[in-house]
């Protein structure tokens, strides 16, 4: 038997081999195949496929799955151009042109739709994600940092970056990665997201920057970039201090230009010199692309690019891979060829007006209480109010609604607030006010069956794989 540690499905000891004759009966056969070792020989195409398809099968249902802010559904078009295009790669700019152009093309789109000056003057690239993009992000930030206080004789050895307690775990990464101190704001009930209260005493001559989250995980809230600029140009005027910002909009920038046009918090607010954001959340795209934009070349440090050949001339790359796929950036082009502004906004707007009806009515449940309605990205989370019961908790009511395939998590909030057990759902296209009517009815007698309960359900922990 074969207990791997630490592998997915400690649940269960799978067997050494993989036991065939009872799916397939052909002559000839394999009938059995090492499950964690290199098989010696080949097997049929159609065997393999057979293996790896209905191990797949047991994974939740994407559709259902309410965790993800990651595309889990796209039309029948997009997939036929994902199927003629799997083969490229992004980075043979040479011998794909045209999707290189089309990269291009996409980047110079979102510029203008986050309002950059001069989208001529701007530069961008595609990635992997928001976490490669938020890298690139930070790197920017302290390569920039790094020229200037050498330029001026002082000391690069102590670059510190400016985040709430709520960031994704890709800035911890970065800051963990690329040797800067992350200096985190902690949100607590006063201040659940960074909003420039006290950030004077955060920032200092070795701040590379700060983090502005439009759209935080936990809950969905947007972070005030116009506010977090304005504490810091009061910051300028009194110590001299000139510290930018860099946006994270991994979901929050595919939702804000279209449904909340008004808020301020891309380029036109002055301090913002970077923004990044996952085309495959909000920008409506499968896993993985992922999309970053510099105000200006000043912006990005020329240190940071390497430079490829492209039909003979020069194309400038700064991703941290190499080898990527093509095809997502296609698809990319693809939706914003399909759906324009107006597009995006109905889509969008679909979705928040789903999670505003999910929200309205999960906040008029006896049992609970909202953090967040799902007005700014569709994304809401609601605690249990305080004193209900001591019979069950978020956990369990997780629990009870994935026995109807629904994947709904708890999860502690973060840090100052980490006693506190929340329950998300992200509403993603795909999720119709259709199925959301059923999700409700769900969750509604889930509460009932819990409510019944003559005593506590017995619980081993009360752990939830967080997805962030
Ligand atoms: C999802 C997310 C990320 C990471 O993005 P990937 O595209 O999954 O790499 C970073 N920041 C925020 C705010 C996110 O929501």
Redesign the pocket.
């Known amino acids: 038997m074969a207990h791997r540690p630490g592998s997915p499905r400690r649940d269960i000891e799978f067997s050494d081999s993989i036991q065939l004759n009872t799916v397939f009966t052909r002559p000839g056969e394999a009938t059995e195949m090492p499950r964690f070792a290199l098989p010696e020989d080949q097997s049929l195409p159609e065997t393999a496929y057979q293996i790896v398809h209905d191990e797949a099968m047991l994974d939740g249902n994407a559709r259902l799955n309410l965790a993800t802010?990651v595309s889990t559904w796209m039309d029948d078009e997009a997939k036929k151009l994902y199927a003629e295009t799997v083969d490229k790669n992004m980075i043979d700019k040479d011998e794909y042109p045209m999707t290189a152009a089309i990269e291009d093309r996409c980047w110079r789109m979102i510029a203008d739709l986050w309002n950059a000056p001069v989208v001529d003057d701007a530069i961008g690239t595609s990635t992997v994600?928001?976490?490669e993009a938020?890298m690139l992000g930070g790197l920017a930030l302290k390569r920039s940092w790094q020229s200037r206080r050498k330029a001026q004789g002082l000391s690069t050895e102590k670059p510190n970056l400016v985040l709430s307690t709520a960031v994704?775990v890709?800035w911890e990464k970065f800051c963990n990665y690329f040797e800067v101190e992350p200096r985190y704001v902690p949100v607590n009930a006063d201040h659940l997201v960074l909003d420039g209260h006290d950030l004077e005493n955060y920032v200092d001559e070795n701040t590379i920057g700060v983090v502005a989250?439009l759209?935080q995980?936990f809950t969905g809230m947007y972070e005030p970039v116009a506010a977090i600029a304005a504490k810091l140009d009061d910051i300028e005027a009194s110590t001299g201090l000139d510290i930018k910002i860099h946006v994270?909009g991994?979901?929050g920038a595919m939702v804000a230009p279209f449904c909340q046009p008004d808020l301020e918090w891309d380029f036109r607010v002055e301090r913002v010199v970077s923004i990044n954001t996952?085309g495959?959340?909000f920008g409506l795209v499968y896993p993985g692309v992922?999309w970053v934009v510099w105000r200006d070349r000043a912006a990005l440090p020329e240190s940071l690019i390497f430079h490829v050949s492209y039909l003979g001339g020069d194309m400038p790359t700064f991703a941290l891979n190499f080898s990527r796929p093509g095809a997502q950036v296609l698809l990319q082009y693809y939706m914003f060829l399909r759906l324009g502004r107006e597009g995006y906004r109905q889509v969008q707007q679909g979705s928040l007006d789903v999670a505003q009806y999910l929200s309205g009515e999960i906040g008029q449940m006896k049992p609970f209480e909202l953090i967040s309605k799902g007005d700014t990205i569709p994304v809401f989370a609601w605690r249990l109010r305080e004193g209900y019961t001591d019979k069950w908790n978020l956990y369990d009511l997780s629990d009870r609604l994935r026995m109807r395939g629904w994947l709904v998590p708890a999860y502690p909030l973060a840090d100052d607030l980490a006693d506190l057990t929340v329950q998300r759902i992200v509403v993603r296209s795909g999720l119709s006010r259709d199925l959301a009517t059923v999700l409700l009815a769900d969750i509604k007698s889930e509460v009932d069956f819990l409510d019944r309960l003559e005593s506590p359900l017995p619980r081993e922990s009360a752990t939830s794989p967080f997805h962030?």
């Open positions: 802010f994600g928001s976490s938020c994704q890709c989250i759209g995980t994270d991994a979901s996952s495959h959340k992922g962030h």
